[in-house]
């Protein structure tokens, strides 16, 4: 198996770095292979992505099916419950996505491969944290899409095309900020262990707090309060408006305890949360990175 | 005189409460191939992960070819190739896509990358792999793979860390060879080790490194001639026990002619000695046998390397590999290597 090299290979001579080429031509370069590199792993492992979608599918059947027969008028406005949940689980589908964003950086860290990085000139070493967020947000989206699929054979029904372009970008606005937050836990944390145990932790309990499954009139008011402040609420009532073919801006979507919400509130919020995350993990990978 | 490629100077690096680096300097001539010699936890990799700008020393000054590492770290990683010691492999991608990945991150064009490609792929024997999943290659396959991904951007200087620890024989050659090959075409190579054997073979000069310092320094010829006087490795009884290896020590010490002497715990107990010449011998066989010891087997021979360690540390470099085998923490080396 193991076999001599040929001499006859020459070894050319070590010649100065290249110092002409561009800072965005490299900085494309590195940005593209590291996104590659995570898509060719997708591609042959692909049950994240199966799963990633099998899940929340089996949300929506069964939570479907359990409230099928939920009493009238639980609902606003006579909705059936599994357009109510079509919402939800869209929502919850990127956010689980998202959420998971750290788990190959985790395991870049435990098994060295990150150093190898490091160890390359790269232009910035923002590159490693970009090609993420874009193998994320591709991903995530991907599957978001085929559960909406999934929703209108099952009848659940569709938004029009300036009602996908707002699910679309409320969905990026969720996926970047759970994305930052996951990324910052996976530089934070000792090991993939802790790493999955918080993510099990965080996942469920945030989606039960929200209003992915019941509406705020339905919960008690401490559940109720904690469901108007949870993030995945601000996401899923703009999606269920425009599931609804309500895609005004101003249109109230969300009565919370607090006030009424506006899709452009809620907006405004996932976008707040957004560039906050990244700004507060910035001096954490900033160190990790450096 | 050829240019000084590597300067260290002066590097001390703590982690917590254990001191990993208490001033280690070194410097690496252009073109030469340099050895770092010293048991696991002598502070090697520590040096080397410097070096390649991974870690930060606490202080000092680290230059390659003239370049302020800790100022312009990315300068420096353009020149320098590292193979790392614990090899990190993307186990599903092939090695030819991990070698493309490992090309855009060095900003190589895309026909000098296959020009590499293909010249490494010769050099290094990997036509039959090269296009399999990193997850089915052996030890040696990988090490093989690494050193082209450290090779591929065609660096003025390769940094190896323990490049052959675990590899079978052939695979270890062909990884010598490489490196002489490169040295001759004038890349300076820098590889720690703790073989005696490989550093011995390889090397055009070598540091000892005890303790997060150089102790030694030198071409391994130079060290070894430095040392004068004949070395005799004697025993008394194939595996003796330290209470008569104690009892032969207290007959010799009563002999003239004996500079130096150590009993080797790690082969029996056997005693390592330097004399002044081979006059000394048959006198030392004849108190040996008076006193009851008769001697079982003695070798002579002129310096080796192990000697040239043993007199600068005052200890073989087996021994001070068993003395830290105990003592290591997996977890803790673990946690310096994560970020």
């Not at chain 1, 996951?182 to 945030?206: K, T, W």
């Not at chain 1, 929200?210 to 949870?230: D, E, K, Q, V, Y």
């Not at chain 2, 002489?180 to 300076?188: K, M, S």
Request: proline letters at 5%; a neutral charge.
């Amino acid at each position: 198996m193991t076999s001599a090299p040929s001499l006859s290979a020459p070894v050319p001579r070590p010649e100065a770095p290249q110092a002409t080429r561009s800072a965005l031509a490299d900085l494309s370069q590195e940005i593209l292979a590291l996104t590659k590199r995570l898509f060719l792993q997708l591609a042959r492992r692909p049950s994240t992505l199966v799963a990633g979608v099998l899940q929340p599918l089996i949300w929506l059947v069964l939570f479907g099916a359990l409230f099928a027969k939920a009493p009238e008028g639980l609902l606003p406005d006579g909705m059936s419950y599994g357009r109510f949940l079509g919402a939800g689980v869209i929502v919850f589908t990127a956010f689980s996505a998202a959420l998971n964003a750290g788990l190959p950086v985790m395991f870049d860290r435990e098994f060295g491969f990150l150093n190898r990085l490091l160890v390359a000139p790269l232009r910035s070493r923002s590159s490693i944290v970009i090609a993420s967020v874009l193998y994320i947000t591709s991903l995530s989206l991907v599957q978001s899409l085929a559960i909406m699929g999934t929703a209108a054979l099952l009848g659940y029904g569709w938004p029009g095309t300036y009602g996908l372009l707002l699910v679309l970008i409320t969905l990026l606005l969720l996926v970047f900020a759970v994305t930052g937050l996951s990324l910052g836990l996976a530089f934070a944390l000792p090991g993939h262990i802790e790493l999955i145990a918080v993510i099990f932790v965080v996942n469920l309990p945030l989606l039960f707090a929200s209003t992915a499954l019941a509406p705020i009139s339905f919960m008690p008011a401490w559940l109720g309060w904690l469901a108007a402040l949870n993030p995945l609420t601000f996401a899923i009532e703009p999606i269920r408006a425009a599931y609804g073919g309500n895609v005004s801006l101003t249109a109230t979507v969300l009565e919370a305890p607090y006030g009424a919400l506006s899709t452009a509130h809620c907006l405004l919020v996932l976008a707040i949360l957004a560039v906050g995350l990244f700004l507060l993990i910035r001096p954490l990978l900033d160190r990790k990175l450096s | 005189m050829p240019e000084t490629v590597i300067e260290l100077e002066e590097l001390h690096k703590r982690y917590g409460p254990v001191e990993a680096l208490g001033g280690f300097s070194l410097q690496v001539s252009q073109g030469s191939l340099y050895g770092l010699l010293g048991p696991n936890g002598a502070g090697k990799t520590t040096v080397l992960r410097i070096l390649c700008t991974l870690l930060a020393p606490d202080s000092g000054h680290v230059r390659v070819a003239g370049i302020d590492a800790l100022a312009q770290p990315r300068a420096v990683r353009e020149l320098l190739g590292y193979v790392a010691q614990e090899v990190a492999i993307d186990k599903i991608l092939t090695g030819r896509e991990l070698l493309e990945l490992q090309g855009a991150l060095y900003h190589l064009p895309a026909d000098r990358l296959r020009a590499r490609l293909l010249e490494l792929t010769d050099l290094l024997a990997m036509h039959d792999w090269i296009d399999r999943r990193c997850g089915t290659y052996s030890g040696g396959m990988r090490r093989r793979l690494d050193l082209a991904s450290g090779l591929l951007h065609n660096p003025a200087v390769l940094v190896l860390d323990e490049p052959t620890v675990g590899l079978d024989i052939e695979s270890r050659a062909t990884i010598w060879q490489v490196l002489r090959q490169l040295r001759d075409q004038g890349t300076t190579v820098l590889l720690s080790s703790h073989y005696l054997e490989e550093v011995d073979a390889l090397a055009d000069r070598l540091a000892i490194v005890e303790d997060g310092r150089v102790i030694a320094e030198g071409s391994p010829s130079t060290l070894k001639n430095a040392l004068g006087g004949d070395r005799v490795t004697l025993r008394v009884r194939e595996f003796s026990d330290d209470v008569e290896a104690a009892r032969v020590q207290q007959v010799l010490q009563a002999c003239p002619g004996i500079q130096q002497m150590v009993v080797n715990r790690a082969q029996g107990h056997s005693l390592n000695l330097v004399v002044e010449s081979e006059a000394v011998i048959e006198p030392l066989r004849r108190q040996l046998a008076a006193a009851d010891l008769p001697v079982f087997s003695l070798s002579q021979s002129r310096p080796s390397l192990d000697d040239v360690y043993l007199q600068a540390t005052g200890r073989t470099l087996m021994d001070a590999e068993l003395a830290v085998a105990g003592s290591r923490d997996p977890k803790a080396e673990r946690k310096q290597a994560m970020r």
